[in-house]
Each structure stands twice: as structure tokens, then as C-alpha cells.
């Protein structure tokens, strides 16, 4: 098993920053990509949706929605990934979820964490 420890979450205004991180453990698990996906728990209709992600090569790929504001990074070492939020929007309140795709022993494994909230006031 995998775990994921999320930190970072809380309530900013409309064009603050928040700063999540989420660290990955598991004995005998390779980590390969890691990333951050959300969901707007109040917003029944909405499914979970992806955010960043940075594979162990350190090659990043963004949201469209978040492009310009976010920035992932990944210390491949301690197998932690960050994600830095800029010029944070009301539409960006959501839970965010960090998720690492790992491997052991041939096979590949999807985990998650248990989500932090990031809440911005208009």
C-alpha cells in the first residue's frame, strides 16, 4: 500500500496563493507520476476533475483552468509533490485530491489521498 499525507488547504481571498504538498510511502513501491486533481463536493453534478500532474521524469502537465497560476513541482528523492497556487480564483474552491500512480513487482497501482480543501472568497 501506498499512503498519501495532503497539507496546504484553507480559506484564501480571490487572488491570494495557498501552497499544497502531498507525500507519498509505501515500502517496495516505485512512485511514478504524481499530480493533484479537484472536485466542488458542493456542486452534485460535478465530477472530480484534473488539475497538474508531474511524472518522475519531471515532465508537468496543466488544466487548462489553472495554466499561468499553478506551478507542480516533485522532489522525486522524498517523493513529495507540491502545488503552488497563484492568483487564486472563487472557481477554484474545491477539494483537492493528490493521486501517484505506483509500481511494485510488475504491477501499477492508482492511490489517493484524503483530499484538503481549498476554499477562495469572492
Known amino acids: 500500500q501506498v499512503q498519501l499525507v495532503e497539507s496546504g488547504g484553507g480559506l484564501v481571498q480571490a487572488g491570494g496563493s495557498l501552497r499544497l504538498s502531498c507525500a507519498a510511502s509505501?515500502?517496495?513501491?516505485?512512485?511514478?507520476?504524481m499530480g493533484w486533481y479537484r472536485q466542488d463536493l458542493g456542486n452534485p453534478g460535478k465530477q472530480r476533475e484534473f488539475?497538474?500532474?508531474?511524472?518522475?521524469?519531471?515532465?508537468?502537465n496543466y488544466a487548462d483552468a489553472v495554466k499561468g497560476r499553478f506551478t507542480i513541482t516533485r522532489d522525486n528523492a522524498k517523493n513529495t509533490v507540491n502545488l503552488q497556487m497563484n492568483r487564486l480564483k472563487p472557481e477554484d474552491t474545491a477539494v483537492y485530491y493528490c493521486?501517484?500512480?505506483?509500481?511494485?513487482?510488475?504491477?501499477?497501482?492508482?492511490?489517493w489521498g484524503q483530499g484538503t480543501q481549498v476554499t477562495v472568497s469572492s
Open positions: 509505501g515500502d517496495g513501491f516505485r512512485i511514478n507520476a
Open positions: 493521486r501517484a500512480l505506483a509500481e511494485n513487482s510488475g504491477f501499477r497501482y492508482q492511490y
Open positions: 488539475v497538474a500532474t508531474s511524472t518522475s521524469d519531471d515532465i508537468t
